[in-house]
């Protein structure tokens, strides 16, 4: 029997993994009228820090903000260039846009999709100040390579690890392997809080600045005054920003974060089901994981055969109920960036950013949903 012949199903592209117990998580802050960055806040940064081995965890309204004050706080301004791959997110290069400084995009490696050591070492200038490697699609980056690079040409390193909490790196999670790690806690993340991002970082001067900066670098924070028994004035000697996270989000932070082992646990499964039951399939490569690396699977990503139209392809998955989404997209073909930075030559990250495509995966996810997209993908790749 066709796919076409069964009951059609929709299946989204993914769902956040949100209960009950998130619906009430933030009752104790609304009612104690401590709503925005306050004791929540501060328990979630600990949480998160002592999660991924870390010794500190600075909360922001969004992992862009975040990158942007991670890069603020390591000084970088205008006249320096910082080192991104093309291959991600627009807002990996955006943080940097907004600190003044330039954009200098590197490629990545067509197995890992993320950012390849030797093509960020070549583009190193005078004026390049940081390295930007990118966790991408939930895989861990060989950031011990980065950092080598970084400490031999005295650069700073802000890993953007936007989809990558919980992942691992050589047996270490993700968060604690950079001068700087960010993450994001989008609902396309694996865990959310509706919007937020955090930095974790072993370097104590880097988080009080951090810290500061997020909260128009106030010398003494809200809390702080809060509970002193005497008045006190607070100045500003810098230019900061209002990245405050609320109490509400930290509040369902707190227990997306206590359950993000067995998410991941339910994810990797399903995304070993079709690793498997995807492997016959010519016209595709299921994800490749280094040695080095566990996958959060944030996404799961296809690279396609280039004789495949995608495009094609992901309107005919539409049609079938399946939502789809293009794989990462080349940054440096942006109008924002051609403007900017020029055209760069990239050809594994523009080929890439062809053949790539995102399928369903999320924790609730049924057997029978997987089964559909995977005869689906069958289907129409025996055609294509
Ligand atoms: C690699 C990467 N960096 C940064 C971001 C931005 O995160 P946020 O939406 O939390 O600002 C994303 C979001 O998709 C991302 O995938």
Redesign the pocket.
């Known amino acids: 029997m066709t796919v076409e012949a069964k009951k059609k199903l929709n299946v989204p592209i993914t769902k956040p993994a949100l209960t009950e117990e998130e619906a009430r998580a933030p009752f104790e802050s609304i009612k104690s009228g401590w709503v925005t960055q306050g004791p929540k806040v501060a328990e979630f940064e600990k949480a998160v820090a002592a999660y991924v081995g870390a010794k500190h965890g600075i909360a922001t309204t969004?992992?862009?903000?975040?990158?942007h004050l991670a890069l603020a706080t390591a000084g970088v301004g205008s006249g320096d260039e910082v080192i991104v791959p093309s291959f991600?997110?627009i807002?990996?290069a955006n943080a940097i846009l907004y600190t003044g400084a330039t954009v200098v995009f590197c490629e990545i490696d067509p197995r890992t999709f993320n950012a390849d050591p030797g093509d960020i070492e070549k583009r190193i200038t005078k004026r390049t100040k940081a390295i930007m490697p990118?966790?991408?699609i939930g895989l861990a980056c060989d950031i011990d390579a980065v950092n080598d690079i970084a400490r031999r040409h005295g650069l700073d390193v802000v890993e953007?690890a936007?989809?990558t909490i919980g992942g691992t790196y050589k047996g270490r999670r993700v968060g604690g392997n950079a001068h700087q790690t960010v993450f994001?806690?989008?609902p396309?993340?694996v865990i959310t809080t509706g919007?937020?991002?955090m930095i974790t970082t072993d370097d104590d001067a880097f988080a009080d600045k951090a810290r500061r900066l997020r909260a128009h670098a106030m010398s003494v924070s809200d809390l702080d005054r809060h509970k002193s028994e005497r008045p006190i004035i607070e100045e500003y000697h810098e230019l900061g920003f209002n990245y405050r996270m609320t109490d509400i989000q930290a509040s369902i932070g707190l227990v997306q974060l206590r359950r993000l082992d067995e998410l991941l646990r339910i994810r990797v499964a399903k995304a070993e089901r079709y690793n498997t039951e995807l492997a016959d399939i010519k016209k595709v490569r299921t994800p490749f994981t280094p040695p080095y690396a566990t996958h959060t699977y944030q996404s799961y990503c296809l690279d396609l055969d280039p004789a495949v139209d995608r495009d094609e392809l992901m309107a005919r998955l539409l049609r079938r109920g399946i939502a789809t989404r293009r794989g990462v997209m080349a940054s440096h073909l942006e109008k924002v960036y051609l403007d900017r930075v020029g055209r760069v030559s990239l050809p594994i990250t523009e080929e890439k950013a062809r053949t790539t495509m995102l399928i369903p995966l999320f924790a609730t996810m049924t057997d029978e949903e997987q089964t559909y997209v995977i005869d689906a993908l069958h289907e129409e790749l025996a055609a294509a």
Not at 62 to 67: A, G, K, N
């Open positions: 969004s992992c862009t903000t975040r990158l991600t997110f807002a990996s990118v966790d991408q953007d936007a989809p994001s806690f989008h396309r993340k919007e937020g991002g």
